[in-house]
């Protein structure tokens, strides 16, 4: 599956923008796809499976958006 982020001003596609951190979250989500998770969930998940990494924000986690 390919997720692409696309971010929108008044309707028009700007542009593509993808971070690290949405990388990782992205990356948690696929090993995680039948579960029901929660912001708290996913941030705790990342931290503790991948504990070398930078911790994210869940304000990050809240930003994404999966267009269709």
Not at 15 to 38: A, C, D, W
Not at 60 to 65: A, D, E, G, L, P
């Amino acid at each position: 599956m390919i997720i692409i982020f696309k971010l929108h001003k008044r309707g028009e596609t700007v542009g593509f923008y993808n971070t690290p951190q949405k990388e990782r979250i992205m990356s948690f989500l696929g090993l995680h796809i039948n579960e029901y998770l929660t912001v708290h969930e996913i941030t705790e998940g990342i931290r503790n499976e991948l504990p070398n990494t930078s911790p994210i924000a869940e304000s990050t986690v809240y930003r994404i958006r999966i267009n269709k």
